[in-house]
């Protein structure tokens, strides 16, 4: 036997675990070689070493034991894994209450699942906000369903006029149609508080109106009764100038004609308005009858 | 075990308590830190609390089936770090390691630790694959076939990594002068 071979059988040897013809060869080897025999020593004490080390354990640091405690009773009582095969149950309210408490234990301790929690109750309160608020289907959208269905363009033109009809009242039902159509509703609501309803309004336009035109003709006649007197005076005051004139010429006939060819010359004499406009012109009114009796006296 | 998988927190302390130990112990064998050595034990139980439905006690009793995943999930872990060796030993020392406290300090029990501090320094300077059969050999004494098992190697290669890492402990051991105090 050679150092080598006496090395490569030395646990063996060591353990006794040789049969007895290369046992008996190990120890020739090692009387004769003494590098062998003190490794042989050496090892020996070495295993006996470490086998006193598996049987002596040293003490465990302070404080190791409830740190384990703490990260398995509390935080991980429940693996995470467990925590999400138990989630639907926790929403659908079906958690018995051991495990309950568990849950809740669970839930206190880990972040990530207390982040995982937290984000379905979110996930769930959205899909609550979404269902709420319905986007409006595009118009186009049913005929596109049906062409990639049953492969039609589209249906009758009762089916188009339905589809289109439908459109119209849901583009009618957009934010801004119903916006207008609450002003409008409010404006007639004030007008049917103020007047009863529209007739009434109307009625009581057309009154305004008529009221209005009566006025206006009021106005006008007295307008016009006011030109008609001035009118009156100015050629009263000319006939006056023309009668004087007369007194003092024989001129009178071909002035006395005068008066009939006015355009008011209908009316025989102007109706004085006044009294006291016409005091000076009365006291020659005398004359003037006389004159027209010779007038007509000398007419036929 | 069935009151621990029932969420009986006690009895799960219990646990806890009996094995705790030995955990820590195997698990500072493999990284040779403290620091290391809690937090892995921490974690192996983590893992082991997570697996209690596993345990079939029909299969063998508690500890066995406790250090078996306790041994596996330090192993996995020392073969991890093995990959990237970026803290191990750190706070070992080196070679300069004697038994001054022998003459220093009376007390049996300090001695006691300090060699045994030693012989963790010594070990952690062997090759990985060499001194994960040591330790299971020599210190769990583990048989071959519980080592076949656990590393999922030949058994003739269990035999020859047992063989080279005792031998070359040894020597580290004597470099380090320590074997003469053994």
């Known amino acids: ?300 | 075990m069935r009151r621990c998988r029932a969420g009986d927190s006690a009895a799960w302390e219990q646990v806890v308590h009996e094995y705790s130990r030995r955990v820590f112990n195997l698990a500072y064998r493999f990284t040779g830190r403290h620091e290391s050595a809690e937090d892995l034990t921490q974690e192996v139980f983590v893992r082991v609390y997570r697996s209690l439905d596993q345990y079939d006690p029909q299969a063998g009793d508690l500890a066995n089936w406790l250090m078996r995943l306790a041994r596996n999930l330090v192993i996995d872990d020392y073969r991890r770090r093995c990959r990237t060796p970026t803290d191990m030993g750190d706070d070992i020392g080196d070679h300069e390691y004697h038994l001054e406290s022998r003459h220093d300090a009376p007390d049996r029990g300090v001695e006691r630790f300090e060699r045994a501090k030693q012989v963790h320094a010594a070990i952690s300077k062997l090759q990985p694959d060499l001194r994960e059969c040591v330790i299971l050999r020599d210190i769990e004494e583990l048989t071959y076939q519980e080592i076949v098992d656990i590393l999922k190697i030949p058994i003739g290669t269990v035999k020859s990594r047992i063989n080279r890492g005792r031998i070359e402990l040894a020597k580290i051991l004597r470099r380090m002068k320590v074997v003469e105090t053994l």
């Not at chain 1, 937290?118 to 899909?127: F, P, Q, T, Y």
């Open chain 1, 1 to 300: 036997m050679n150092c080598v071979k006496f090395q490569d059988s030395l646990s063996d040897y060591i353990e006794g675990a040789l049969d007895p013809r290369a046992r008996a060869e190990c120890a020739a080897h090692r009387l004769i070689c003494g590098e062998c025999r003190e490794l042989y020593n050496d090892v020996r004490v070495t295993v006996q070493a470490l086998n006193a080390l598996g049987d002596a354990d040293g003490d465990e640091p302070e404080g190791l034991r409830d740190r384990i405690i703490a990260s398995t009773t509390t935080g991980e009582m429940l693996s995470c894994g467990e925590f999400d095969k138990l989630l639907e149950r926790y929403f659908d309210g079906v958690i018995l209450a051991p495990t309950f408490q568990t849950f809740q234990s669970h839930f206190e301790n880990c972040f990530k699942c207390r982040r995982l929690l937290n984000g379905i109750e979110e996930a769930i309160g959205m899909l609550q906000e979404a269902k709420e608020t319905e986007v409006e289907v595009p118009g186009s959208l049913h005929d596109r369903i049906v062409a990639a269905t049953v492969g039609r363009v589209s249906s009758s033109w009762i089916g188009r006029a339905r589809s289109a009809l439908v459109n119209f009242g849901r583009r009618l039902m957009s934010p801004q149609v119903a916006v207008a159509a609450m002003i409008i509703a409010l404006i007639s609501l004030l007008v049917i508080s103020r007047f009863g309803s529209v007739s009434n309004l109307t009625t009581s336009a057309e009154h305004k109106v008529e009221s209005l035109v009566t006025q206006g003709h009021q106005k006008i006649n007295s307008t016009g009764a006011m030109a008609r007197y001035g009118f009156q005076r100015v050629s009263y005051g000319v006939n006056t100038f023309l009668f004087s004139g007369a007194a003092h010429s024989d001129s009178a006939p071909t002035s006395s004609s005068k008066p009939n060819g006015e355009p008011n010359g209908a009316r025989p004499t102007p109706q004085p308005q006044r009294n006291s406009d016409l005091a000076p012109e009365s006291a020659d009114s005398p004359k003037r009858d006389k004159h027209r009796t010779r007038q007509n006296q000398s007419g036929r």
